[in-house]
């Protein structure tokens, strides 16, 4: 396995310092880092990367979120298909717009408050135990409340979505693949997410409901799209 050091990044980036340039130098101008599918294990301090705005870190072995504390200016984090089973260490990254989250094994979104620059949250297909499903932190949930414009919560057994309509800024929820049953608690949802315009439930007992699609644009005043 392997530890990304900033040795490492040094060592492996596409953009190499100028001549004249020393690696402190060259590791604090660098914006974008991407060590997707390399075995990472592990993430090493990373505070002299002050500029670093993306960080691709998907498709590896990472279990742990740590050392990105000082990752201050940072927008976009792509972790998907990890094994990470906590979110954790993130309250710092004020500027985080949009993270990825997707394919570990994560059975409880938390860990995000602070977050009140977050728009897009992907959390799709957690490997949890047999008959387990995705839950939401109501403290997470509340400090998103604003901010959270895409929430992708596909492929994880959830049976009941009626704790996000705190998400008032909601725009589109992708919920595909999941075991949402009822109609009428897709309609209380609706009757709370305003800005919601596109959600996608395909694949959900829900839609062999007769004239499902119906209700839902029939009670939502934003819905566009209803999948």
Known sequence: ???LTLDLIAKKSNLKPRKEETTLQY??????????????DAIEDLSLCKNL????????CISQITNLNYATNLTHLYLQNNCISCIENLGSLKKLEKLYLGGNYIAVIEGLEGLEGLRELHVESQRLPLGEKLLFDPRTLHSLAKSLSILNISNNN??????????ENLNQLIA?????????DLEC???KLMKLWKMDLNRNP????PKYRDRLILVSKSLGISL
Do not use: G, P, W
């Open 53 to 60: 705005s993306v960080l691709y870190l998907y498709d590896n």
């Open 206 to 209: 829900v839609c062999l409901k």
């Open 27 to 40: 590791l604090k101008k660098i914006t974008h880092i991407n060590f997707s599918a390399k075995n990472i």
């Open 189 to 191: 949802l609706l009757n």
């Open 176 to 184: 595909v693949d999941n075991q949402l049953l009822h109609v009428k």
């Open 1 to 3: 396995m392997v530890r």
């Open 158 to 167: 959830i049976d009941d979505v009626r704790d996000l309509e705190i998400l």
